[in-house]
């Protein structure tokens, strides 16, 4: 075992101000007599009676790796000047959503601070680009009105765009954008890291959940457990990895292989015919092992221990411009996808009940807890909690110190997360009745 990323010195980032890490607001979850739970993304309280999702700070600093962001998406219609640029007719909010995201991040938490201070801004910007397209029917072929061809509308509607494809192309060029801000500011900083991101977004009756790292979302409801997330790394994305080795071997520098082999080859593994598979293969084959087979594998260890390049456990995430192998010149990033894999809940079409919710958490929680044993947690400490209005919170709560030894837990015995650990409970409930008001 080892950090999800080889360790880099890291400095205090120039573009930030203040660092405690003493008890103090960043802590206020663990004292009785506190109000209000601060946000370590942006150090703005939240109010506990938020209605639909509230976070424990877990006793972290505000520049703890793990980061977080939550609040209300704004978006003003706009429409094309006559110049082609988009400007503001007026200042009103003409859509609204919300907006709940969480950042891991590995090697300092710059690109994390980064990515809780700015994603959403970049969000904000492609949604109010598409607005017009939002609100319309069938998303129109020209978003300034104009009719080029009569047939345009059954072009869209036979390529099957929606509405919701819209969000999901804003939030793909967000993450995208986003990146490209992380990977300026870390470099005219001189620092380096990066994070995973998993982001919800509610809007106009459904819930977006867009996910590049190896955080995970579910529902969880009376009689379902449905993944609105997967997992990102080395293993899931073994394919796609060994094929951009296979397209552009020069990343690799001589000094990896891209086959996979049940183990490390070694020296009296050569001329014998071994177990592999390549880019092309979901199956596996023999081949006669050759010397460059001996070279460090491309992915190498199994599950939690799978590293990329023998450093990296994700293969999706925001930052690591600046990543290297270790005494090397190879980057990583050519390997890495900034871009969400987006799901799409339709929370309208849902007969919710009060105790639907959806558990959002960074992948310490998941380390040590199934998907089964967190739906079982919220099952069991819901309905007996009904008239408590600090009740989601205290869920979130909960759902981190069973991970910590500090409750009867779930996990094997013994079995302790001793990563950072960070947990929204979104209420669907609210959500579907805000939806229906509006």
């Known amino acids: 075992p080892g950090p999800r990323a080889s360790p880099v010195p890291y400095r205090r980032p120039r573009f930030l101000r203040g660092s405690s890490s003493s008890p103090g607001a960043a802590d206020a979850s663990r004292r009785p007599d506190s109000r209000p739970v601060r946000?370590?993304?942006?150090?703005?309280?939240?109010?506990w009676n938020a209605g639909y999702a509230e976070i424990i700070n877990a006793e972290k600093s505000e520049f703890n790796e793990d980061q977080a962001a939550c609040g209300k998406l704004c978006i003003r219609r706009c429409e094309f000047g006559a110049e082609e640029e988009w400007l503001t007719l007026c200042p009103e909010e003409f859509l609204t959503g919300h907006y709940w995201a969480l950042f891991d991040g590995h090697g300092g938490p710059a690109a994390a601070i980064l990515a809780a201070n700015t994603l959403h801004s970049c969000l904000r910007r492609q949604l109010e680009a598409v607005v017009e397209g939002l609100v319309a029917t069938q998303p129109p072929m020209h978003l300034n009105g104009r009719c080029i061809c009569p047939s345009d509308p059954q072009f869209v509607e036979e390529k099957g765009i929606r509405a919701e494809d819209l969000v999901i192309g804003a939030l793909e060029s967000a993450f995208q954008e986003c990146d490209e801000v992380i990977g300026r500011e870390?470099?005219?900083?001189?620092?380096?890291?990066?994070?995973?991101?998993?982001?919800?977004?509610?809007?106009?009756?459904?819930?977006?959940?867009?996910?590049?790292?190896?955080?995970?979302?579910?529902?969880?409801?009376?009689d379902e457990i449905r993944p609105l997330s997967f997992e990102f790394t080395p293993e899931t994305e073994r394919q796609r990895i060994q094929q951009l080795a296979f397209v552009y071997p020069e990343l690799l520098a001589g000094e990896f292989t891209r086959l996979e082999f049940p183990r490390r080859l070694k020296g009296d593994d050569l001329g014998q015919k071994v177990l592999f598979r390549d880019h092309h293969m979901s199956g596996w084959s023999y081949k006669r092992v050759e010397k460059s087979d001996l070279k460090y594998p491309l992915i190498h260890g199994q599950g939690r221990q799978a590293r990329l390049l023998g450093t990296l456990a994700v293969s999706r995430g925001l930052g690591d411009h600046q990543l290297r192998v270790l005494d090397t010149n190879i980057q990583l990033k050519p390997f890495l996808l900034s871009v969400p894999q987006v799901t799409v809940l339709d929370v309208d079409q849902l007969e919710l009940q009060e105790d639907d919710v959806v558990v959002m958490a960074t992948d310490g929680l998941w380390d040590v807890l199934s998907n089964e044993q967190v739906a079982w947690l919220v099952r069991s400490f819901l309905p007996g909690n009904q008239e408590d209005p600090h009740r989601f919170s205290k869920l979130a709560q909960m759902l981190i110190h069973s991970t910590q030894g500090k409750e009867d837990s779930l996990t094997e015995e013994g079995q302790v997360s001793y990563d950072d650990v960070s947990v929204f409970v979104i209420p669907l409930h609210s959500?579907?009745?805000e939806s229906s008001d509006h």
Do not use: F, W
């Not at 946000?39 to 109010?47: F, I, V, Y």
């Not at 977004?201 to 979302?217: E, P, T």
């Open 431 to 433: 959500q579907g009745q």
């Open 186 to 222: 870390l470099e005219a900083s001189g620092q380096m890291g990066g994070c995973t991101a998993l982001v919800a977004v509610s809007l106009q009756g459904k819930l977006y959940m867009a996910n590049a790292g190896d955080s995970r979302a579910i529902l969880v409801r009376r």
């Open 39 to 47: 946000s370590p993304a942006r150090g703005r309280t939240l109010p």
